[in-house]
């Protein structure tokens, strides 16, 4: 029903910035609330940040909150992740997602494909 797919990963240097992109497409994008995950080699996935259906309630985990920005456009059907001050602990695969508010931290209902992000030091 909803199809989601994310860009601008990449290689950044630390203290650099991303933008990561989410578009989605198959559904009414302002019905849902999104979030943004991410998983390291070898480790479990990680919640990030999540976003309501209006952009007006955000979070974003502790260890990014002070560097992550996460932000939609429902206009354009697209949710995005600004990662400034990247640190080499942020390398990982991040992945984007979409379901209620409830269930948007712990099961999503959506998931893209996710786009590598690799911070060297």
């Known amino acids: 029903q909803v199809q989601l797919v994310e860009s601008g990963g990449g290689l950044a240097q630390a203290g650099g910035s991303l933008r990561l992109s989410c578009a989605a497409s198959?559904?009414?994008?302002?019905?849902?609330?999104m979030g943004w995950f991410r998983q390291a080699p070898g480790k479990e996935r990680e919640f990030v940040a999540l976003i309501d259906r209006s952009g007006g309630y955000s979070y974003c985990t502790d260890s990014v909150k002070d560097r992550f920005t996460i932000s939609r456009d429902n206009a354009k059907s697209t949710m995005y992740l600004q990662m400034n001050s990247l640190k080499p602990e942020d390398t990982a695969v991040y992945y984007c997602?979409?379901?209620?508010?409830?269930?948007?931290?712990?099961?999503?209902?959506?998931w893209g494909q996710g786009t590598q992000v690799t911070v060297s030091s």
């Open positions: 997602a979409a379901g209620t508010l409830r269930r948007i931290k712990t099961s999503p209902e959506y």
């Open positions: 198959g559904g009414t994008f302002s019905n849902y609330a």
